[in-house]
């Protein structure tokens, strides 16, 4: 072979001139597949079996190059460069390369399997999540055209439309589509929006409106990130005061979007949030639908993570409101424990996201002139004449059902992580995520109860805490924040080598600890983590 030439990794087997060569790509992946699969079960496993010891505070203690438990390795990045070694070669390595690289990667990598990864607003996935991503990654196709991806599409449709409804979206056009993470999620509703309430702009700009959104004091970064991207401006989102819990407060609302008007502005659309990054709150919807039903303004629900609660009787009463809103947004890949990403943005009426999103590209999606059925739509579903003038003055009553779902959101490029959902559904069932959401939302009050009684510990969370984080501190000092931060800053770094993984956020009085529970997580471990926190916490000094 010349040095030119590209190496093919899939075996052939010579057959009788003038036939192609057999391909043999089915035996390589099958050898690789059950040498990677050896080491990603050592790796579950060795989680399993740590989570005996967590109770105590304390991960089992792991052979590596520095202080080891199954929850990770830890070095800063500079050591880890030169620990970490994965050439990318000009030739290639054929299967040793790559199992040392996997290798490498995973014990290198934080284990979310572990039970001590307490960090994020998401955590491990589950073994039937695990098979759903192997099968999309084996489709390996784009859910942008009906044509390539038609199980897929059905599926999405399905999927999200089963959704919608357990929202209070009983309509026709009642659906969703999914996304790449919930920052794009709720951008792509803020788009729609505009595009749906002043239909001039998507062609034609702003034309001097000065544009304003509104969105809880607590609300995620991504609705400033937004109106940067889009031309809005971050002064062009307003923060509207919450109250004790972190909810916003709807007559606060009320009287900024008045003075808005007042002032010439434009404003168009209020962000509510159901289960804020921080304390976990969940914003009044019904009040705040009552004001944007007045200002006729666009309600979106960011639902990224409080959403699934919807899954549950106990905790649904939280969401009330919710069937008022024009979009939500919420990420199974969080509360659920489905493989990253997964995320949907739903809607009342399926017509607006074709009206906010749909351009012309007569390369991509196609029309049949002829009637019938298309790969994109049903016959009904666009009333197009010439592919380069019928999306911008199209008459959108008349589109009825889009399959081509890429004409609905701002990526062509789509991965199908709806099947993400709809596997682990049916794997699961609705029953079955009730009962992981409860247990999840009974391990988070029994750590707020722990908390609340130790006398070392000040909790700043509601108790029982209105989602799945809890929010503390450790030997709190009044008026001093300064000392609060250091503490713990201190006390979550040292926690690391202990097998545990916790993160913290500013507060009035020094940065706390804020523990983010999962439907996986024991009660033995939050038990095992007071009992951490209260070891490690007693030799800070500051």
């Not at 990045?77 to 000009?90: C, D, N, S, W």
């Not at 030739?91 to 001590?116: E, F, H």
């Not at 809103?325 to 199974?332: H, K, N, Q, R, V």
Request: hydrophobic fraction near 35%; aromatic fraction near 8%; include cysteine.
């Amino acid at each position: 072979m010349s040095a030119n030439e590209i190496p093919q990794p899939s075996r052939s087997t010579t057959t009788t001139a003038g036939q192609q060569p057999l391909l043999q790509r089915a035996d390589e992946a099958e050898d690789l597949l059950n040498s990677v699969k050896d080491s990603v079960i050592q790796f579950i496993r060795a989680a399993d079996e740590d989570a005996v010891a967590k109770g105590e505070g304390h991960g089992l203690q792991r052979d590596g190059h520095g202080p080891r438990t199954t929850l990770v390795e830890h070095h800063p990045p500079a050591k880890l460069q030169k620990l970490l070694h994965l050439p990318l070669p000009a030739q290639g390595q054929g299967k040793p390369g790559l199992l040392d690289a996997v290798r490498q990667l995973l014990a290198y990598s934080v284990n979310t399997w572990d039970q001590g990864f307490l960090d994020k607003l998401y955590a491990a996935t589950t073994p039937s999540g695990l098979a759903a991503d192997l099968l999309l990654s084996t489709l390996n196709t784009n859910l942008h055209v009906y044509q390539v991806s038609p199980a897929l599409t059905l599926i999405e449709k399905q999927t999200a439309k089963t959704l919608a409804t357990m929202f209070g979206f009983t309509g026709a056009f009642a659906g969703g589509v999914s996304q790449p993470g919930g920052s794009a999620a709720n951008q792509s509703s803020m788009v729609i929006a505009r595009n749906c309430l002043f239909p001039e702009t998507k062609t034609k700009g702003y034309g001097g409106k000065r544009f304003v959104i509104f969105t809880s004091a607590h609300g995620h970064y991504s609705a400033e990130k937004a109106a940067q991207m889009f031309g809005f401006g971050s002064e062009g989102v307003k923060s509207v005061p919450v109250d004790a819990e972190g909810c916003m407060r709807p007559a606060e609302l009320e009287r900024m979007v008045a003075e808005s008007l007042e002032e010439g502005e434009t404003p168009f659309y209020v962000n509510a949030t159901a289960g804020t990054t921080v304390l976990g709150s969940f914003d009044p919807l019904d009040a705040i639908a009552d004001v944007c039903e007045r200002f006729k303004l666009w309600l979106h629900v960011d639902g990224s993570w409080g959403g699934p609660v919807v899954f549950s009787e106990r905790q649904k009463y939280k969401l009330r409101g919710a069937h008022r809103a024009d979009t939500i947004a919420l990420c199974p890949h969080k509360m659920m424990g489905v493989p990253l990403t997964c995320t949907f943005l739903l809607g009342r009426d399926l017509r607006q996201f074709h009206k906010g999103m749909t351009l012309p590209a007569g390369y991509l999606f196609h029309s049949d002139d002829e009637g019938g059925e298309t790969n994109g739509h049903d016959a009904s579903a666009v009333n197009t004449g010439a592919d380069e003038e019928a999306h911008p003055h199209q008459d959108h009553d008349d589109v009825k059902e889009i399959y081509d779902l890429a004409d609905l959101t701002p990526q062509c490029g789509r991965r199908g992580d709806s099947l993400k959902l709809a596997l682990s559904w049916i794997y699961t069932g609705t029953s079955g995520y009730a009962a992981y959401i409860d247990q999840a939302f009974a391990t988070a009050a029994h750590l707020a109860d722990l908390v609340a009684t130790h006398p070392r510990f000040t909790l700043v969370s509601e108790n029982p805490p209105p989602c799945l984080q809890v929010c503390f501190y450790f030997d709190k000092w009044e008026g001093d924040g300064r000392r609060n931060s250091r503490v713990t800053e201190e006390v979550s770094r040292r926690l690391v080598p202990r097998g545990f993984m916790i993160d913290y956020a500013p507060g009035e009085e020094g940065r706390f600890f804020r523990v983010v529970v999962n439907g996986q997580t024991r009660a033995g471990t939050v038990e095992g983590l007071v009992r951490a926190i209260e070891e490690v916490g007693g030799s800070v000094e500051v």
